[in-house]
């Protein structure tokens, strides 16, 4: 489970913006994980909730994972959209990764290679 690694370096590198800041305690964290990135969003946060009780200044600090939909490039037209990557199931009331070929909207291609979608990212810290 590599999440747990990753999750550990980026307690690392919280404590290392929270000791230049010189801060007593940690928040709120945001992180912006790419649908693309392969990292098992729930064993991410489940690592990191695990290993923050490790810390005083993490132990009440609250993980956000925002997961923004990725931009296709159109190999056809060229053109750039997004398109949503997920899907909600009405039944169950929880995402799932949608297997249906994806669509240029302006073309109809199903010619589509993804730009970005890969980053594990420290967007934002809340920190007093």
Do not use: W
Not at 45 to 68: H, M, Q, T, W
């Amino acid at each position: 489970m590599h999440e747990m690694s990753l999750a550990q370096n980026l307690i690392d590198q919280i404590l290392v913006l929270a000791k230049e800041h010189e801060v007593g305690q940690v928040n709120r964290v945001v992180v912006v994980l790419g649908p693309f990135s392969g990292v098992v969003r729930d064993s991410f946060a489940f690592g990191f909730n695990i290993l923050k009780l490790e810390y005083d200044l993490l132990r009440n600090a609250l993980l956000v994972l925002e997961s923004p939909d990725p931009e296709y490039l159109c190999l056809d037209c060229g053109n750039r959209a997004v398109i949503p990557f997920t899907s909600q199931d009405e039944e169950l009331g929880i995402p799932y990764y949608s297997l249906t070929a994806k669509k240029c909207p302006v073309c109809s291609s199903k010619r589509l290679s993804p730009t970005g979608g890969t980053e594990l990212i420290l967007h934002q810290l809340e920190m007093e």
